[in-house]
């Protein structure tokens, strides 16, 4: 169901733009061609976009700021004329704007997924955008659990944080990282990330998937990306879940660049582009021997470093 007003207190006190008016917005959801149009005046549009577009294969996003003309009044409906340059676009998620990530994972039910996650903060870093690493379900697990995975993530430069979608715990740490920004939920299915918008924004009447008692992943919930407007300039996108995710669009030489935590032992490294495999002398290999550096992201390191490598020989 798409709403075509927003809440009442992103509304302005201003009457409804004529036909033709201009009006600028961001696209908060695509669907079949459609663009849903969240406007400076708090109206939500649906629009299509101009024929030009398609002629230079540039498509809509959403998260672009766009102008759009005003075609009807009621229902509101437009058309896209004009796409403002991106600050950044990821693929996938296909969004625009985009200024952080929040990558959701679960202490417990389903266990986190760690290799999964660091290929997601690999993508992330490779894209320049910041990620804040949070695990939910805190009220099925200890403190011993929170230690250990802010020892895993904390040295590599992200924030790490906790909550509990069912009791609350945590919550409005999350808010507050959340505001004047757009940022993107991502994880897999099954941990939560339906759940936190729903307790953002309950309007959102986002649908949760209970976890599959037979192979304890959850079940694909969302079905399309969509911007959530939780205040001014601030949203929230919840995604498709994913089960898998794969880092095979770059070089394998270029994966060290993407964790940020081996910049400083590569100068102990004896050569120059040492790539932290099978080189007696490696900085990066004795910090994560005597635990300066998780030692779950570097066998995830190199068990990228080795499929990226494989599937540059065929």
Do not use: W
């Not at 969240?38 to 002629?55: M, Q, S, T, V």
């Not at 805190?138 to 790490?160: C, F, K, N, S």
């Not at 304890?216 to 399309?224: A, E």
Request: proline share 5%; charged share 30%.
């Amino acid at each position: 169901m798409i709403h075509r007003e927003a809440g009442a207190g992103l509304r302005e006190n201003r009457s409804r733009p004529y036909r033709g008016e201009s009006v600028t917005g961001k696209i908060v959801k695509g669907i079949a061609g459609f663009y849903y149009v969240h406007g400076e005046d708090g109206i939500i549009y649906e629009c299509k976009a101009k024929g030009i577009f398609r002629n230079k294969k540039i498509k809509p996003l959403v998260g672009d700021d766009v102008e759009i003309s005003v075609l009807s009044r009621e229902p509101p409906e437009g058309s896209i004329d004009l796409i403002r340059p991106r600050s950044s676009a990821l693929i996938r998620p296909a969004v625009a704007n985009v200024h952080q990530a929040m990558v959701i994972s679960a202490m417990a039910d389903p266990a986190p997924n760690l290799n999964l996650l660091d290929r997601f903060l690999v993508l992330m870093e490779r894209n320049h955008v910041p990620v804040i690493v949070v695990f939910n379900k805190t009220d099925l697990a200890g403190e011993e659990e929170r230690r250990r995975y802010r020892d895993i993530y904390e040295p590599a430069g992200y924030q790490v944080m906790f909550f509990s979608a069912l009791e609350g715990e945590g919550l409005d740490q999350v808010k507050s990282c959340l505001a004047q920004k757009t940022t993107v939920l991502a994880g897999p299915s099954g941990v939560g990330k339906s759940s936190l918008t729903n307790l953002l924004m309950p309007e959102a009447n986002m649908e949760t998937g209970a976890v599959s008692e037979k192979i304890r992943r959850g079940r694909h919930t969302t079905r399309h990306s969509e911007l959530f407007c939780l205040g001014r300039d601030t949203y929230l996108m919840d995604t498709p879940g994913f089960s898998s995710l794969l880092v095979d669009d770059m070089g394998p030489e270029e994966l060290k660049e993407y964790f940020p935590e081996f910049r400083p032992f590569e100068e102990e490294c004896r050569f120059l582009g040492c790539v932290h495999m099978g080189e007696r002398v490696c900085g990066v290999k004795e910090a994560a021997r005597g635990g300066r550096i998780s030692r779950s992201r570097y066998e995830n390191y190199r068990l990228f470093y080795r499929e990226l490598k494989e599937k540059r020989r065929y």
